[in-house]
């Protein structure tokens, strides 16, 4: 009796992570409309025709789109593609590539993954000419890729001008920038930007775009901005097992989220709903705002005692817990009052423990 209780008081929305939330009316509407007669399968059918004429009028008409099931194969077949087995992926120590993907990368593509200093984040050109050595050298993996996350796992967002200046680096030496966008839409909005400006034209040439973070029931894409790139792709999913047989259930979610700007709809709350999170963090004493936030995500350095108590009524992550750094999250169906009833809760927890 007393544990259901116990599950009973807990909030129904929780701050962990954007892929906790529902998936969004909208989309769900899609799959049902589409959940009628028999279409060809594995992506030869009118629907994902549809959705990938939704990425050419965002990002142009030449590229190439391709569905996979989640960011974790975006991101590798990303990289098996620009890659061979002695190439290097220049990435942020605190990359989901780096530490959070199983070492799925190394696994499948065979490169060596080389985890820079970020501060905040973001990589930089002067981080990234420190690693570019051995050039030539049999002895030494080869640097192909430098691949940054927008927004960054830190919250932040990269500037149009820094993204732009790390292209030009790698492209004066014949490599490429891949951009793990799990979360561009946030960074997008953000910037009030559209999906293009914020991607194609600063240089990336390969983008993983996120769906599943910003409201689709489980769907991301692989996005080539040059052409050339794309010839084997179709072979390097299938042998990923990201191939899907009925496709249309996936390329519909992100004709949805394409179509009358939900992509940018859902984002913009979820920034909406971290800045005012931030705001009223701000007024709790002994609780500090560690990152700028950004885009739809909040750290925060609360007193350690103070977490398991709280995690007790809210499900969400320490990201740091030598610096008592927690990570809470926004997503397009975070509610104000959420917000307020979370950082309430927050706020009685933390007076109650003596400074």
């Not at 807990?10 to 954007?18: E, L, N």
């Not at 942020?92 to 993907?101: A, G, K, M």
């Not at 600063?202 to 901005?225: C, H, I, Q």
Request: charged letters at 25%; a negative charge.
């Amino acid at each position: 009796m007393v544990l259901l209780n116990c599950f009973v008081m807990k909030p129904s929305r929780s701050f962990a992570s954007d892929n906790n939330a529902v998936v969004h009316p909208e989309v769900l509407e899609a799959i049902r409309r589409a959940n009628q007669g028999h279409v060809v399968g594995y992506g030869d059918d009118p629907h994902t025709e549809s959705a990938v004429g939704k990425f050419r009028e965002q990002f142009g008409a030449d590229v190439g789109v391709f569905f996979v099931f989640n960011g974790t194969a975006a991101n590798v077949l990303s990289l098996q593609a620009l890659t061979r087995p002695f190439h290097a992926v220049l990435c942020p120590e605190l990359s989901h590539i780096y530490t959070d993907e199983c070492g799925a990368p190394e696994k499948f593509t065979g490169c060596k993954l080389v985890p820079l200093a970020a501060p905040g984040g973001k990589l930089t050109v002067e981080t990234v000419a420190h690693a570019y050595h051995g050039i030539g050298d049999q002895h030494h993996v080869q640097p192909r890729v430098i691949s940054i996350t927008q927004s960054t796992e830190m919250g932040t967002v990269y500037k149009p001008a820094e993204i732009e200046a790390l292209a030009r680096f790698a492209h004066e030496r014949k490599m490429f920038l891949h951009m793990d966008g799990a979360r561009i839409s946030n960074a997008v909005a953000a910037q009030r930007l559209s999906l293009r400006q914020a991607t194609r034209d600063l240089g990336v040439d390969v983008l993983s775009f996120g769906g599943t973070k910003n409201g689709l029931m489980g769907v991301e894409a692989v996005v080539f901005f040059r052409p050339e790139l794309v010839e084997d792709f179709l072979f390097v999913r299938k042998q990923g097992m990201q191939l899907a047989s009925k496709m249309r259930y996936m390329s519909v979610q992100m004709e949805a989220l394409l179509t009358d700007d939900l992509w940018r709809r859902n984002a913009e709350h979820a920034n909406r709903m971290a800045r005012l999170l931030e705001q009223e963090v701000k007024k709790i004493p002994r609780v500090k705002i560690v990152y700028p936030v950004e885009a739809n995500g909040v750290f925060a350095q609360i007193p350690r005692e103070a977490i398991k108590k709280i995690q007790e009524r809210y499900f969400f992550y320490v990201w740091s817990e030598e610096e008592s750094v927690v990570r809470w999250m926004c997503s397009f169906d975070t509610t104000e009052e959420d917000v307020r009833e979370f950082t309430e809760f927050v706020g009685t927890v933390v007076r109650d423990f003596p400074n």
